[in-house]
């Protein structure tokens, strides 16, 4: 295996559900486990049905059935995590330092940050209550730590054409 380390990022693995009382997962495919190739490297997260990044980013899917160890589960060039369920998660960057690790001479990456979205299988209604249950563990090779997650909802897909943060 590779030895990385990102530098001045926060690199996070995560899964995600809503559900109401009333009704099952809304959210399709929140473990990643429907894909429609194999995980390869950066940026597999796109091969995931259902699932896309917000801005121009390269969100990663990591998989028990990767083809190498980069990219594996439960350890890879990030760490070691187990998925909460099934064989897969990705993995983000919340933030990344301006001047640090390997993006420090391209100024483009600069203030990078990842976002995923997710599709749901019917609309929320409104004035009815949701609970949103995802997990999200620190990557070990990373060098920070956020002091909060959110979710945000919309009507229509985020298509964002930079990298920096929404």
Request: hydrophobic letters at 35%; glycine letters at 8%.
């Amino acid at each position: 295996m590779k030895n990385y380390k990102i530098i001045g990022a926060i690199a996070l693995f995560v899964s995600c559900s809503v559900m109401s009382a009333q009704t099952p997962n809304l959210v399709m495919n929140g473990s990643f486990e429907k894909t429609s190739r194999h995980v390869h490297g950066y940026g597999d997260a796109r091969f995931a049905d259902s699932v896309s990044s917000s801005n121009n980013t390269t969100v990663d899917l990591y998989s028990a059935d990767a083809c190498g160890n980069d990219f594996d589960v439960p350890s890879n060039y990030m760490g070691t995590q187990g998925s909460k369920e099934g064989n897969n998660y990705i993995g983000l960057i919340a933030y990344m330092a301006d001047d640090a690790g390997i993006f420090k001479t391209k100024p483009g990456y600069r203030k990078y940050s990842e976002y995923v979205q997710m599709t749901l299988a019917e609309p929320m209604i409104a004035g009815k209550s949701y609970v949103i249950p995802f997990s999200a563990s620190l990557a070990e090779k990373s060098a920070y730590a956020v002091s909060g997650l959110g979710v945000y909802f919309t009507k229509s897909k985020m298509d964002v054409n930079h990298n920096a943060f929404l």
